[in-house]
């Protein structure tokens, strides 16, 4: 099992950044993939992007593709997720996940069921 802790979350203007970090303990983290989900109240948890263990493959949902950027530095056990141009309905509690297994070295997980350890999430509030 991995634990995983965000940070990084907060209030800002709609058009604002900010950049969440979610560190990794308890297992090698760089053999597994990981991601960021996100959830707004009333609605279901949401896939947002994922990263492969190698960190050369990336998946992004429609909704952030060309404003956040998911990156990971293995050396620090630690993914990040820059969130640029901002809007109101990025708002939600984000959550960092680790996958089930490795897989191979290109594969980028996005469903719930590929992941199977969890942060405990972090505030993001944007206002407009």
């Known amino acids: 099992q991995v634990q995983l802790v965000e940070s990084g979350g907060g209030l800002v203007q709609a058009g604002g950044s900010l950049r969440l970090s979610c560190a990794a303990s308890g297992r090698t983290f760089s053999s597994y993939a990981m991601g960021w989900f996100r959830q707004a109240p009333g609605k279901e948890r949401e896939f947002v992007a994922a990263?492969?263990?190698?960190?050369?493959?990336?998946y992004y949902a429609g909704s952030v593709k060309g404003r956040f950027t998911i990156s990971r530095d293995n050396a620090k056990n630690t993914v990040y997720l820059q969130m640029n141009s901002l809007k109101p309905e990025d708002t939600a509690v984000y959550y960092c996940?680790?996958?089930?297994?490795?897989?191979?070295?290109?594969?980028?997980?996005?469903?719930?069921?590929?992941?199977?350890?969890w942060g405990q999430g972090t505030q993001v509030t944007v206002s407009s």
């Open positions: 990263i492969s263990w190698s960190g050369a493959f990336t």
């Open positions: 996940a680790a996958s089930r297994s490795g897989g191979n070295y290109y594969w980028v997980p996005r469903a719930l069921a590929d992941f199977g350890s």
